[in-house]
């Protein structure tokens, strides 16, 4: 996944939809905040989330961050490997780094999340 086709939360989380099928993960800004992640905290498989709810954290050794879920919908898949190594989450965020999937409720649309260059400017702010 390239980081020009997501979507992105002001929170962070970034996501990918494929069908009816939204990837969740966070994004490098993100990562590149965190240091020394020492624990991942996913939903599981069947949990029903909901948009800006909290649905698990990343702990490391200095802070534990809220996830939030950019979306409605059912989780059908969860990272479990990001959960065994969770410095995964830190070397490649876009790639093996995804944490959950959510089959996505019927007629959901993304708009109320940012596109890449929305995005970029809300971190090039965020960065001073």
């Known amino acids: 996944m390239t980081p020009s086709s997501l979507r992105y ?6 996501v990918h939809l494929d069908g009816d099928v939204c990837t969740v993960g966070i994004t490098k800004f993100a990562a590149d905040q965190l240091t020394d992640v020492t624990y991942i905290d996913l939903p599981h ?8 709810q909290e649905c698990g954290t990343v702990e490391t050794v ?6 939030y879920s950019p979306i409605d919908g059912e989780v059908i898949s969860v990272n479990e490997k990001v959960v065994d190594d969770p410095n ?7 790639g093996e780094g995804w944490m959950f999937k959510v089959r ?21 702010s965020e960065a001073h």
């Open 88 to 94: 995964s989450l830190t070397r490649d965020p876009f």
């Open 62 to 67: 200095k802070a534990v961050s809220p996830l």
């Open 9 to 14: 939360t002001k929170t962070h989380e970034w």
């Open 104 to 124: 996505v409720e019927k007629a959901t649309a993304l708009d109320h999340l940012l596109n890449n260059d929305e995005y970029t400017k809300q971190i090039e």
């Open 45 to 52: 498989v069947g949990d029903h989330l909901f948009h800006g």
